[in-house]
C-alpha cells in the first residue's frame, strides 16, 4: 500500500519562500517520475513541476525560474523549492508518481500555500 505525505505548505508574504516536501513509500521511489501538482479553487487541478527517475526535470511556464524541484531517493522524498511566490501561486499542492507506462499513483491530501499580504 503507497503511503504520501505532503507538507511544508503555508501563509507567506508575496516575495516569499517556501519548501514543499512529499515522502511517499510502499513503491520502488527512485524507478518512477515524480510530479508536483496545484489546484486553485475553483480550478483544474495542474502540474507545475516533474523529476525523472534520473534526474531531468520540467516545469510549467507559469513557475519557471522560480521553483525548483528535487528528489532524494534514499528519503523517498521529492521537494519543491518555492521563491519569488505570487498570490496566483496559492493553491493545494499535491505530489504523485509516474511509473514508465505512464500510471499514476495515489493522490495525497496535499499542502496548502497561500500568498497573501
Known amino acids: 500500500q503507497v503511503q504520501v505525505a505532503e507538507s511544508g505548505g503555508g501563509l507567506v508574504q508575496p516575495g516569499g519562500s517556501l519548501r514543499l516536501s512529499c515522502i511517499r513509500r510502499?513503491?520502488?521511489?527512485?524507478?518512477?517520475?515524480m510530479e508536483w501538482y496545484r489546484q486553485a479553487p475553483g480550478k483544474q487541478r495542474e502540474l507545475v513541476a516533474r523529476?525523472?527517475?534520473?534526474?531531468?526535470?520540467g516545469y510549467a511556464d507559469s513557475v519557471k525560474g522560480r521553483f525548483t524541484i528535487s528528489r532524494d531517493n534514499a528519503e523517498n522524498t521529492v521537494y519543491l523549492q518555492m521563491n519569488s511566490l505570487k498570490p496566483e501561486d496559492t493553491a493545494v499542492y499535491y505530489c504523485?508518481?509516474?511509473?514508465?507506462?505512464?500510471?499514476?499513483?495515489?493522490w495525497g491530501q496535499g499542502t496548502q500555500v497561500t500568498v497573501s499580504s
Open positions: 504523485n508518481s509516474v511509473s514508465a507506462l505512464g500510471l499514476q499513483g495515489a
Open positions: 510502499g513503491f520502488i521511489f527512485s524507478a518512477y517520475t
Open positions: 523529476i525523472s527517475s534520473g534526474g531531468s526535470t
